[in-house]
């Protein structure tokens, strides 16, 4: 059974899990926008806004509202986790390794692990807003989490900056 991609079969999927599974008790269950906590800038690195859903009792992933303001970006930056970012209002374009994507509201943007991405706001005049998830806690959980910023830079000025070099143990969080 596929669990993603062409051949995944939701029926399949929820065919296969077990009858063992209890309901949750963790609460709260809903945090409303109001008590989202805006990370500090300075850990932020890059002209975004990113507000975390942090009293949500996840334990494997993490999930932000991220504001881009007008004709900004993100910085350029890699992760070991993964991530899908929801568009939900403005219009824009990534640049995840050597691929160039467009997307607007309603889109949704897949970051693979270990791959340089950069997010840009196209508009002048809106901000992009997104709901970004990302896998980074169940990593952490893992004791295998990792994440790098190269800044406001190309791709190519990231690879050169740094290397796959597996003892590097600079930028993380």
Not at 58 to 73: A, K, M, W
Not at 93 to 99: G, Q
Not at 101 to 113: C, R
């Amino acid at each position: 059974m596929a669990l993603a991609g062409a051949c995944f079969n939701l029926a399949d999927f929820l065919g296969a899990l077990s009858a063992t599974v209890r309901p949750g008790t963790a609460r709260p269950v809903v945090v409303h926008a109001a008590e989202l906590e805006t990370l500090p800038s300075g850990q932020v690195h890059n002209p975004t806004t990113l507000a975390i859903a942090g009293r949500l009792p996840t334990v494997t992933f993490e999930l932000f509202r991220q504001t881009i303001p007008p004709g900004q970006s993100s910085d350029m930056q890699r992760h070991y986790h993964e991530t899908v970012h929801y568009v939900i209002s403005g219009h824009g374009h990534s640049d995840i390794e050597d691929d160039t994507e467009a997307w607007a509201a309603g889109d949704f943007i897949y970051t693979p692990p270990w791959t340089w991405h950069r997010h840009y706001n196209d508009s002048a005049a809106d901000s992009v807003e997104f709901l970004t998830i990302e896998n980074s806690r169940l990593l952490q959980a893992l004791g295998v989490s990792r994440r790098q910023s190269a800044g406001l830079c190309t791709v190519a000025e990231a690879r050169a900056r740094f290397t796959d070099d597996q003892s590097y143990t600079g930028d993380q969080s």
